[in-house]
């Protein structure tokens, strides 16, 4: 599921004499909870192809959450075109490497007793998780990214033309959206 807030950006009222000349910036903020990735990586796609760029939000830059006690976390620092991607050896490693505590299991496939690495962990293994594994586990699962369109300059004298009328008609229908809130993210944003 994606959750999403446009926030108008600051820096789009330029005292600039030409600012009047550029789109307005428009920033996306994005929490996304991966559970079918290359489907999901579906809306990245679609909307890098309307002329948005999203870059994954990394709390370790951000020297403000270090003083804030109640600042989460997440451990997943793979972009969207890594995430869940088999052909992507730092996706790989991630879910090889990256392990989930269950105290209730009965045994254990890693060796590690009751850590199951996130590539092994089934139905089964979520049964069995408390609460808090439970929500490490969706932690492990979950990134921030910030989307922004990447501006068009127009001068004073012609039009600006959307990067989505230069693909090929094609493209334009192979980018039909299936998903309703992706589909309404997309209107609301083209």
């Known amino acids: 599921m994606h959750h999403y807030l446009l926030l108008p950006s600051s820096s789009s009222s330029t005292k600039s004499e030409d600012a009047k000349y550029y789109e307005q910036e428009v920033f996306i903020l994005l929490a996304v909870r991966w559970r079918k990735p290359n489907q999901e990586r579906y809306f990245f796609e679609r909307m890098e192809d309307l002329g948005y760029d999203f870059t994954l939000l990394d709390d370790d830059d951000d020297s403000s959450s270090s003083s804030n006690s109640n600042a ?7 972009s969207w075109k890594e995430y869940g991607n088999s052909n992507s050896d ?10 989930v505590s269950i105290q209730n299991y009965p045994k254990s496939t890693s060796g590690k007793k009751n850590k199951i690495a996130l590539k092994d962990v089934t139905e089964e293994h979520v049964q069995y998780m408390n609460d808090e594994e439970y929500n490490e586990f969706e932690r492990m699962h979950t990134q921030i990214y910030m989307g922004q369109r990447r ?7 012609e039009n600006v033309k959307k990067e989505e009328d230069a693909l090929p008609e094609t493209k334009k229908r192979k980018m039909e959206l299936t998903s309703s809130s992706s589909s309404s993210l997309l209107d609301a944003l083209s």
């Open 72 to 78: 989460t976390t997440l451990p997943c620092k793979l």
């Open 90 to 99: 730092a996706s790989n490693q991630y879910f090889t490497d990256t392990f």
């Open 151 to 157: 501006l068009l300059r127009r001068t004073k004298n």
